[in-house]
């Protein structure tokens, strides 16, 4: 075998032995990852009547598209190659058991009772809730009837793993800062501080800094999340004004009528026009940015 032939098989095989290590570690640091115990001192949180106010955050901020309308569960991804469901969260569900300081935990912190990370729950976009208002989401949740439904299904590709073990993806309790106090109640009106706290829900798919990207961990099938800031390649230009962002958001569809997919709009659509037309206020103060620097 002539001896360029040898050097590269020899390099070759080197190659694909650090990538099976490198794929092995990232297999096993997730495991690792997914079972490490965050330490969040319990908060007190006060029991609330406000079922109103809760209804109305539970389907506007996407908490029906993960555990469906009655709480009972909902798969929001799947396919043959992944399926996530979330788990039952009424009465008799899997948070049957939860005080007031667990629901804290995992809504603002991304933290389980027992310590764990809850690596699909997107609590970055739910710590920022006021105290009156996480209390009032809460305060719905609990009012629902049992539903019957079962506990998280998750079943992820390797890749997804790998990509969570090496640090290229990482759970929201990985991104929250845990020393920020609760969000101060912002007075609600078409401001452009009331559309920030509207806005806080969109991180997790759009990024901290809204300018989106591809989404950590979603299927390799969805496409890019938009630039919400008027930097280069922002969606945002579509929408001068709040009447056409308001139909956008209620019909799931841009102004040429082409749907616009993933976005959960079921959710999404059901915000008051105060609400929307606050968000877009703040979305066009944002810094711009290119488009995918999340």
Same mark, same amino acid.
């Given at each position: 075998?002539?001896?360029?032939?040898? %050097?590269? =098989?020899?390099?070759?095989?080197?190659?694909? $032995?650090?990538v099976?290590?490198?794929? +092995?570690?990232? @297999?096993?640091n997730?495991?690792?990852?997914?079972?490490?115990?965050?330490?969040?001192?319990p908060?007190?949180?006060?029991?609330?009547?406000?079922?109103?106010?809760?209804?109305?955050?539970f389907e506007?901020?996407?908490?029906?598209?993960?555990?469906?309308a009655?709480g009972?569960?909902?798969?929001?991804?799947?396919?043959?190659?992944m399926?996530?469901?979330g788990p039952?969260?009424?009465?008799?569900?899997? *948070?049957?058991?939860?005080?007031?300081?667990?629901?804290?935990r995992? =809504?603002?912190h991304?933290v389980?009772?027992?310590?764990r990370? +809850?690596?699909?729950?997107p609590?970055?976009?739910?710590?920022?809730?006021?105290?009156?208002? $996480?209390?009032?989401?809460?305060a719905?949740?609990?009012?629902?009837?049992a539903?019957?439904?079962?506990g998280?299904e +998750?079943? $992820?590709?390797?890749? *997804?793993?790998? @990509?969570?073990?090496?640090?290229?993806?990482?759970?929201?309790?990985?991104?929250?800062?845990?020393?920020?106090?609760?969000?101060?109640?912002?007075?609600?009106?078409?401001?452009?501080?009331? &559309?920030?706290?509207?806005?806080a829900?969109?991180? &997790?798919?759009?990024g901290?800094?809204?300018s989106? &990207?591809?989404?950590?961990?979603?299927?390799?099938?969805?496409?890019?999340?938009?630039?919400?800031?008027?930097?280069?390649?922002?969606?945002m230009?579509?929408?001068?004004?709040a009447?056409? @962002?308001i139909?956008?958001?209620?019909?799931?569809?841009?102004?040429?009528?082409?749907?616009? $997919?993933?976005?959960?709009?079921?959710? @999404?659509?059901?915000?008051?026009?105060?609400? =929307?037309?606050?968000l877009?206020?703040?979305?066009?103060? =944002?810094?711009? %940015?290119?488009?995918g620097?999340?």
């Open positions: 075998m002539k001896s360029w032939i040898k %050097r590269s =098989l020899m390099a070759l095989a080197g190659l694909v $032995l650090a099976a290590a490198v794929a +092995a570690y990232g @297999f096993w997730s495991e690792r990852l997914m079972n490490r115990r965050i330490e969040i001192p908060y007190k949180l006060a029991d609330s009547t406000d079922l109103d106010r809760g209804r109305y955050l506007t901020r996407g908490c029906a598209e993960c555990h469906g009655n009972g569960g909902k798969a929001f991804v799947d396919t043959p190659e399926r996530v469901k039952d969260i009424s009465a008799g569900g899997a *948070v049957k058991a939860y005080a007031n300081e667990d629901w804290d995992i =809504l603002r991304g389980k009772p027992d310590g990370p +809850a690596f699909i729950m609590s970055e976009d739910y710590n920022r809730l006021t105290d009156a208002d $996480l209390a009032a989401l809460v719905y949740i609990k009012s629902l009837p539903a019957g439904g079962s998280l +998750a079943r $992820l590709p390797p890749p *997804v793993r790998i @990509f969570y073990g090496l640090g290229l993806i990482k759970d929201a309790a990985a991104k929250i800062d845990h020393a920020l106090p609760p969000q101060k109640p912002v007075p609600e009106g078409l401001t452009v501080e009331h &559309g920030a706290y509207i806005a829900t969109c991180m &997790g798919c759009h901290e800094h809204y989106g &990207g591809k989404v950590p961990g979603g299927p390799p099938d969805w496409p890019a999340a938009a630039n919400l800031t008027p930097g280069e390649g922002s969606a230009v579509r929408y001068p004004d009447a056409r @962002f139909a956008m958001m209620r019909s799931g569809q841009r102004p040429d009528g082409t749907k616009i $997919l993933v976005m959960p709009f079921e959710s @999404f659509g059901k915000l008051n026009d105060q609400d =929307l037309g606050a877009r206020l703040y979305l066009a103060s =944002l810094p711009p %940015r290119p488009a620097q999340r």
